[in-house]
């Protein structure tokens, strides 16, 4: 029950935790009844939306056919615990395929994995989540997404998770209101609109398109302020749970929730989110 407690703490109405290890293959050790308790008292505390986040050992795209099972496998078994407590989602990483796989093959082998885990959900969605780019990236751009979708059979329960920092990082200018504009007219544009559910909001500690995954706190990194004043006003992103995953402890997650609540113009945690507006809360990684 810790995650309850630790939200409470930085002021916080939304989480985003680990169902197991990681860094490990192992699954998710706790009993899908644990996890109901768990989901129910989540529930009862008067808190919102809470997503899992699968392992970073899952990779849905990557070339060696038993890696890619283990990832499913893992990814599967994640899932299951959402279901058991009632969380809004499990986040999955789009993958990577290395250097020597054709584009066209990764997205096969990624879209198809995708769909064998999306089969194991019920009420959950599996967020896949856009990446940095890169070599070997299969999917760091909302077109990119919609390729992955597609192949995917437009799986009912795939929906997309955007991280400011990964976009940025991508080539999307993010640190001012044209170029807010245009990232999602974008997803608009691709017929994503009801895709995007869940929003990871960090700075970058690098330029745009850098191709570098490095969080930083809110307002101190190259996306700035007004980037993130002009992020939260979207009305795509006011209708999405916002999860920041910026570094720290305790106190930096309580300022970072601060900043977001400041810029998107709410109140306090608790009664003041709606579903037109971001929920927030610290994320489990830097």
Same mark, same amino acid.
């Given at each position: ?8 703490a ?66 599967r ?50 967020? !896949?989540?856009?990446? %940095? $780019?890169?070599? +070997?990236?299969?999917a /760091? @751009? ?58 990871h ?19 101190e990194?190259h996306?700035?302020?007004k980037g ?22 305790l ?8 900043? !977001?609540?400041?810029? %998107? $113009?709410?109140? +306090?945690?608790?009664? /003041? @989110? ?13």
């Open positions: 029950m810790g995650a309850i407690d630790s939200a409470k930085c002021g916080a109405d939304a989480a985003q935790i680990w169902g197991s290890n990681p860094r490990a293959w192992a699954p998710p050790s706790v009993a899908l009844s644990v996890g109901r308790e768990f989901g129910q008292a989540w529930r009862d505390a008067g808190l919102g939306p809470l997503v899992l986040h699968a392992p970073y050992m899952v990779n849905v795209a990557s070339p060696n056919m038993d890696f890619r099972r283990r990832s499913v496998d893992l990814a078994a994640t899932v299951a615990l959402a279901e058991a407590i009632g969380a809004l989602g499990v986040v999955v990483h789009a993958g990577s395929a290395g250097g020597s796989t054709e584009r066209a093959k990764a997205l096969e082998v990624a879209g198809l994995s995708l769909a064998t885990i999306a089969d194991s959900a019920e009420s959950t969605s599996v967020f !896949v989540e856009l990446t %940095a $780019g890169g070599a +070997g990236s299969v /760091s @751009t909302f077109h990119h997404f919609r390729e992955l979708l597609d192949t995917a059979g437009e799986h009912r329960q795939l929906a997309l998770c955007a991280d400011t920092c990964h976009l940025f990082a991508g080539g999307y200018a993010l640190d001012v209101p044209d170029g807010v504009r245009a990232c999602f007219d974008e997803v608009r544009g691709l017929r994503l609109s009801r895709r995007l559910r869940l929003i909001a960090n700075d970058s500690k690098f330029p745009m398109g850098a191709h570098r995954d490095s969080h930083t706190h809110i307002g990194g996306i700035g302020e993130f004043r002009a992020i939260l006003a979207h009305p795509l992103v006011r209708r999405c749970a916002v999860i920041c995953e910026t570094p720290g402890r106190e930096d997650h309580a300022r970072n929730i601060a900043t !977001v609540r400041r810029l %998107a $113009g709410l109140g +306090g945690p608790g009664g /003041s @989110t709606t579903k037109a507006q971001p929920s927030v809360a610290p994320g489990p990684k830097a």
